[in-house]
């Protein structure tokens, strides 16, 4: 079983930058791989970012590519998103989550078998 928690969420300025983490309890295996979501009102759910745990891939939305970065920390347990210059558009809950499933659908939701309970991200001028 996994716990994760997300923190770093709040209000930002347009082009502002605003970095979140995911704390995790339990056991992250290295075949395990870590993503973003995010859920904005009235749209579906989707992926921002995903890292697999041993560090060797990772993947972005291209709506984020080039302003968003993913990384984690094997010692904390811990995955981040390093969001730059942000845009109204980036407006939404983020969730971050583990999935277990080897092969991965990096970018499907169905795939992680774990989630948190999401911060709010707005961004608003």
């Known amino acids: 079983q996994v716990q994760l928690v997300e923190s770093g969420g709040g209000l930002v300025q347009p082009g502002d930058s605003l970095s979140l983490s995911c704390a995790a309890s339990?056991?992250?295996?290295?075949?395990?791989?870590m993503g973003w979501f995010r859920q904005a009102p009235g749209k579906e759910r989707q992926i921002v970012a995903a890292?697999?745990?041993?560090?060797?891939?990772?993947y972005y939305a291209d709506s984020v590519k080039g302003r968003f970065t993913i990384s984690r920390d094997i010692a904390k347990n811990t995955v981040y998103l390093q969001m730059n210059s942000l845009k109204p558009e980036d407006t939404a809950v983020y969730y971050c989550?583990?999935?277990?499933?080897?092969?991965?659908?990096?970018?499907?939701?169905?795939?992680?078998?774990?989630w948190g309970q999401g911060t709010q991200v707005t961004v608003s001028s």
């Open positions: 989550a583990v999935g277990r499933r080897v092969p991965i659908r990096w970018y499907a939701g169905d795939d992680y078998n774990y």
């Open positions: 339990g056991r992250i295996f290295s075949t395990d791989t």
């Open positions: 890292i697999s745990w041993n560090g060797d891939k990772s």
